[in-house]
C-alpha cells in the first residue's frame, strides 16, 4: 500500500461545470475525511466518512458540493456549477477508528476554476 | 466547538538553532490528541508528533518535542538544531475522537543557512 492516492492531481476547469475528485485511502483505514486548503490557510474540513457513512459535513459546505464513499473504501467529491471561489487545494486523508492512530494525507488536487 | 489558535503567522530560524511555535487552543473535551503536521512547500503533510491529553509527560520525536500545558490549553512544538530540510508550514491539530481534525491556520517556518 502507497499510502492515500489523489487524482487527479491537477484540475482547471470553466466556471459553471462540474468536476469530480477521488480518494482511496489507506486499505485498512475505516475514516476517510476531505479538506479544503487555501493559500496560506490550515485546512478546512468539508466531510468525514466512517466505512461508507457519511458522519459530518460543515455548514461550509454548500449544497453544489457532495461526496460518496461507496462500499466503505474509495470516495468522491463532486463539485457542481463551479465557481472561482471554488479554486482551492482539496486534500484528502484516512485514519483507522482506534486510538492513536493519525491521519495520513495524500498529495491534494489542485482546482482551478477559470 | 473546539477551535486552534497559530499566533505567529511566520517565523525564521537559523540552522542549527531552536525554535518554538505556538499553539493554543479552546475545547471542552478532558480526553483528546493533539499533533503538529508539516506541509512541506508543494508536498503532503505528515504527521510530526503527537500528544494524548491524558498523558502528562511531553512527547519528544527526535529532534522535536512539544511543550504541553493542559491547564492554559498550549501545545507548543520545539525544533532543535534546525535543518533546512525543517522549512515548511506547521499545523497544530485538535482531534477528541468522534469529530475531524480541526487545524489552526499554520505558521510558515524558514530555516536560513
Known amino acids: 500500500d502507497t499510502g492515500v492516492s489523489q487524482n487527479p492531481r491537477h484540475k482547471i476547469t470553466k466556471r459553471g461545470q462540474n468536476v469530480t475528485f477521488r480518494c482511496d485511502p489507506i486499505?485498512?483505514?475505516?475514516?476517510l475525511y476531505w479538506y479544503r486548503q487555501t493559500l496560506g490557510q490550515g485546512p478546512e474540513f468539508l466531510t468525514y466518512?466512517?466505512?461508507?457513512?457519511?458522519?459530518?459535513k460543515s455548514r461550509l459546505l454548500s449544497d453544489r458540493f457532495s461526496a460518496e464513499r461507496p462500499k466503505g473504501s474509495f470516495s468522491t467529491l463532486e463539485i457542481q456549477r463551479t465557481e472561482q471561489g471554488d479554486s482551492a487545494m482539496y486534500l484528502c486523508?484516512?485514519?483507522?477508528?482506534?486510538?492513536?492512530?493519525?491521519?495520513?494525507f495524500g498529495q491534494g488536487t489542485r482546482l482551478t476554476v477559470v | 466547538a473546539q477551535t486552534v489558535t497559530q499566533s505567529q503567522p511566520e517565523m525564521s530560524v537559523q540552522e542549527a538553532e531552536t525554535v518554538t511555535l505556538s499553539c493554543t487552543y479552546d475545547?471542552?473535551?478532558?480526553?483528546?490528541?493533539l499533533f503538529w503536521y508539516k506541509q512541506p512547500p508543494s508536498r503532503q503533510m505528515i504527521l510530526v508528533i503527537r500528544?494524548?491529553?491524558?498523558?502528562?509527560q511531553n512527547a519528544t520525536e527526535n529532534r522535536f518535542s512539544v511543550n504541553f500545558q493542559k491547564a492554559a490549553k498550549s501545545f507548543s512544538l520545539k525544533i532543535s538544531d534546525s535543518q533546512l530540510g525543517d522549512t515548511a508550514m506547521y499545523f497544530c491539530?485538535?482531534?477528541?475522537?468522534?469529530?475531524?481534525?480541526?487545524f489552526g491556520k499554520g505558521t510558515r517556518l524558514s530555516v536560513i543557512a
Open positions: 491539530a485538535f482531534w477528541s475522537g468522534n469529530t475531524p481534525l480541526v
Open positions: 486523508a484516512s485514519s483507522h477508528r482506534t486510538v492513536n492512530t493519525e491521519a495520513f
Open positions: 486499505s485498512e483505514h475505516n475514516r
Open positions: 475545547t471542552s473535551e478532558n480526553n483528546y490528541y
Open positions: 466518512f466512517q466505512n461508507e457513512a457519511q458522519l459530518e
Open positions: 500528544q494524548e491529553a491524558y498523558k502528562q
